[in-house]
């Protein structure tokens, strides 16, 4: 049964790619215009750092390596799972309906049902701004990819939990994609600049921690704890997103909808 | 222009206002941004003040700065997405023989909506950069911000709308605003002061009106002065003539390729 | 032991709780969730019938009357507030991924084709969602394509291909697992003559092919007729009606509409039971109660009045049938 998961998953995430490079044209200037974006923001951080050569310990190579890994983690993340922004969407115009005809996981489903080109386009300049800080070798890349890889998980769940919501509250479309998209944003700045209160709530509430901070850490110095905990994060968020996302499911299924009438 | 031209397009203004007001929700998003963005901004300047500041000004003057340059930002209306929409659905045929012009039209309904956006996010900038720094600038320098501040918001409001027109010829303008919008944070200045940028970045930003749309009106709030008040106010002229005429000419040519092609 | 129904509904209920919600905003919708203003609307109303294997069933009813709700429970999408449904002896919404493998879905009105690929790219997918041998499917996509005459619309891409087009590369999709059921949400929507006429030959055909049993929910009286032996009618979530559509129209509706081609300009025929329709220069189309007065006594009053050229008898149209059926059952007082 996990191979037929599996190869299930795969084929999905096969698939929609598929649809996105359907339209060849669009596709590329995405990439290509999102790569430029990403390259064009960062020049404030370079030039700020021409100037301070550390920030409370980081230097700018630790900052680009924390733009490359949120990079290619949340590029990787609305790539193969880029339904995620439109969960909310889904539960109120019933497109679950048919996935719950299939006897696959609706969640998984849902996800996979969309794409976002630019998304590789995030993916790219992550990578570019990994390798542009000169921090990472032969032997360290397997890390990066894995660090990215439970990045994207990371986010995935977050957006999973912030987006069915909509289960129970409507259409909540714009506050949950400011949550999401808050969650990316405190993800990109060095983690040092945060007191104690808020260190708190980035490592719990709004995991910016457990996407930006902690993998840059690891990639640093890949210790068996850090690393441990980063998967463990992962997994646990991941189950947590899960879980919500099948209690709002069987409201779904009570028929339990929103109707405004007055 | 007579008095029943500007009545005519005062009336969209108005109702585009009402619109805004019941756009509640993507500006409550906005104001919330705006809290995060200074009170990460603002451990940041600290932090930077630690190492020593690039510019010669203290941290909780660059958090004002943000705050102002922010505020400008924000409250432009992003009406490049509705145009957009209206080029994909055709609608802007129907509207190309309206005696009202469209552009106008377009215009003067976004000036409603930053009518209402600029006071909201105004009052947000002023409460939360105080609740991160404890200390406001010298009154003078606000008050001299405000009334740059709205122009340079309406001129952005105007590229936006330049930007919406591409739609005619574009599938999707996203991407070209993207890359616009990350052009104007680093030579407009947005986050870092643009004098803290190398030469090279200065000298190419001198040739776009994006200086003079964030860092020189909040330049006043640092007590350093991009450039004075009068240099300003004679740079925006000339940029708002300029861009007027770009999106004038845009829009021309966006209708003879609607003629020609039938839309 | 005859193998057991495909469906089998019993004292089936469902309402939903209304909720009205009192403005816009989020806060607005957190004080609805804890202290809702809300009533009950009931959809379903103890609902029972059963559908044997291979029958081919339409299920019809005025908007609102618990189509859409019924099919639902049945495909494992909603869950039922009371009473009991087994669907091929499962109990839908405990053994919702079991039933899953065995029944197909199309509504009429969502797609499940992707829409920038061509199906092909959908048929592969679906191959792994419902588990299929490569080999076994290859050859189902390669027969469904033939019967279905699908052609070069297979390599296609969806958002190029017409709505009758579509709608057959649908119903493919949902029957490429081999289902034994196939719940169908008003498939020939939007589509014109000629691609319903091909919609529904094919629907008839395969289900004959391979007993496949079909539940079918239409507007459109043609999709009944021409696909279906059997009609289940409800309103208000209750059910009017449960026999074969030639019952249907016999038993219920004893009209017939006739018309008459005679030699005298104009017939007088105002008996009782009998509505003139329409009429022209010796012309005249009747519609008839046969309760009230028999055909022959009016066609005696015809001939009375002059010779006849030719005449044409037809049952009354189905429209107008289910009508009757909707009507007398408010007439009866059913409470909504």
């Known amino acids: 049964m996990v191979a037929d998961n599996l190869s299930f998953t795969r084929a999905l995430i096969a698939t929609n790619v598929k649809a996105t490079l359907a339209l060849r044209g669009a596709f590329v200037i995405q990439v290509v215009f999102m790569v430029l974006n990403n390259l064009t923001f960062f020049v404030f951080w370079w030039a700020l750092l021409q100037h301070v050569t550390t920030l409370r310990g980081w230097r700018l190579a630790d900052i680009q390596m924390l733009f490359g890994i949120v990079a290619a983690a949340f590029g990787l993340a609305v790539t193969a799972a880029g339904g995620v922004r439109h969960v909310g969407r889904f539960i109120e115009d019933g497109d679950l309906d048919t996935l719950l005809t299939q006897p696959k996981s609706v969640l998984v489903h849902a996800l996979g049902l969309r794409s976002q080109p630019s998304g590789v386009g995030d993916l790219i300049s992550g990578l570019i701004f990994i390798a542009w800080s000169g921090q990472v070798t032969w032997r360290t890349t397997p890390i990066v990819a894995v660090v990215i890889v439970a990045s994207a998980f990371i986010l995935v769940a977050c957006g999973v939990v912030f987006f069915s919501l909509a289960f129970w509250l409507g259409r909540i479309e714009t506050v949950a994609t400011q949550l999401w998209e808050l969650l990316v944003t405190f993800s990109l700045y060095p983690e040092p600049l945060f007191g104690g209160a808020l260190r708190l709530v980035l490592f719990t509430a709004l995991p910016a921690g457990f996407v930006g901070y902690l993998p840059v850490r690891i990639v640093h110095e890949a210790s068996f704890a850090n690393v441990a905990l980063l998967v463990v994060a992962a997994t646990a968020y991941m189950a947590l997103a899960s879980l919500i996302f099948d209690r709002g499911l069987r409201r779904y299924a009570s028929g339990s909808r929103f109707t405004t009438f007055g | ?263 | 032991m005859p193998p057991a129904p495909a469906v089998e509904l019993n004292q089936l209920s469902k309402s939903f709780r209304v909720r009205r919600a009192r403005g816009t905003g989020v806060g607005a919708r957190v004080r609805d969730l804890f202290r809702p203003e809300q009533h009950t609307v009931s959809a379903v109303d103890k609902l029972s019938f059963s559908i044997a294997r291979g029958e081919r069933v339409a299920f019809i009813g005025p908007n609102g009357a618990g189509k859409s709700t019924t099919l639902k429970m049945l495909a494992g999408i909603l869950q039922p507030d009371g009473g009991e449904v087994r669907v091929l002896n499962l109990v839908p919404s405990r053994q919702r991924r079991q039933l899953a493998f065995q029944i197909g879905t199309v509504f009429g009105q969502r797609s499940q084709l992707w829409y920038q690929l061509p199906p092909r790219d959908t048929f592969e997918l679906l191959g792994r969602v419902y588990e299929i041998d490569p080999r076994t499917h290859r050859r189902r996509i390669e027969t469904l394509s033939s019967v279905f005459g699908l052609g070069t619309l297979v390599t296609t891409p969806v958002r190029h291909l017409s709505l009758g087009e579509r709608m057959r590369c649908e119903i493919v999709a949902s029957l490429i697992h081999s289902p034994r059921m196939l719940f169908l949400d008003e498939p020939t929507i939007g589509l014109d003559v000629s691609a319903k006429a091909m919609i529904r030959e094919l629907l008839w055909t395969e289900s004959e092919r391979e007993h496949v049993t079909l539940l079918l929910t239409s507007h459109d009286t043609g999709d009944m007729e021409r696909v279906c032996t059997r009609a289940i009618v409800i309103n208000h979530g209750r059910l009017l009606w449960d026999g074969s559509i030639a019952a249907l129209r016999r038993s219920f509706l004893k009209t017939k509409r006739v018309t008459l081609w005679s030699e005298a300009e104009r017939l007088e025929l105002s008996l009782p039971g009998v509505r003139v329709l329409s009429s022209g220069t010796y012309r005249t189309e009747l519609e008839i109660a046969l309760e009230i007065t028999p055909l022959g006594q009016v066609v005696d009053a015809a001939l009375r009045q002059a010779a006849i050229r030719d005449m044409a008898i037809e049952d009354a149209p189905l429209e107008e049938v289910i009508r009757a059926l909707y009507a007398a059952a408010d007439d009866r007082g059913a409470p909504s």
């Not at chain 2, 300047?45 to 010669?56: H, L, S």
């Not at chain 2, 740059?148 to 574009?170: D, E, N, Q, R, V």
């Not at chain 2, 845009?250 to 390729?257: D, K, L, M, N, Y």
């Open chain 2, 1 to 263: 222009m007579t008095a029943s031209h500007v009545g005519k397009y005062a009336a969209f203004s108005r109702i585009a206002a009402t619109q805004a007001r019941s756009e509640r929700h993507e500006l409550y998003g906005r104001m919330a941004f705006f809290a995060v963005i200074l009170g990460v901004f603002s451990s940041l300047w600290r932090a930077v003040a630690e190492a020593g500041m690039p510019i010669a000004t203290d941290p909780k003057s660059l958090v004002w700065y943000l705050a102002a340059t922010e505020w400008i930002l924000l409250s432009a209306p992003p009406i490049h997405i509705q145009i957009q929409e209206a080029v994909r659905r055709g609608d802007v045929v129907y509207r190309l023989g309206h005696p009202v012009s469209y552009v106008v039209a377009e215009f003067a309904g976004a000036l409603g909506l930053l009518a209402v956006r600029a006071p909201f996010l105004g009052l947000t900038a002023f409460l939360c950069a105080f609740a991160f720094t404890r200390w406001t600038p010298p009154l003078a320098a606000l008050l001299i911000v405000v009334p740059f501040g709205f122009a340079a918001s309406a001129l952005i409001t105007a590229l936006y709308l330049g930007i919406g027109l591409l739609a005619f010829w574009l599938q999707d303008v996203a991407p070209v605003y993207w890359v616009w919008q990350k052009l104007l944070f680093v030579l407009g200045g947005l986050m870092l002061p643009l004098e803290c940028y190398p030469a090279f970045i200065q000298r190419a930003a001198a040739f776009t009106p994006f200086p003079s749309l964030l860092t020189a009106p909040a330049s006043f709030v640092l007590g350093t002065h991009f450039m004075t008040p009068g240099a300003l106010a004679g740079r925006l002229v000339i940029w708002s003539i300029a861009i007027a005429l770009g999106v004038t000419w845009i829009f021309g040519r966006a209708v003879s390729t609607v003629t020609i092609n039938g839309g």
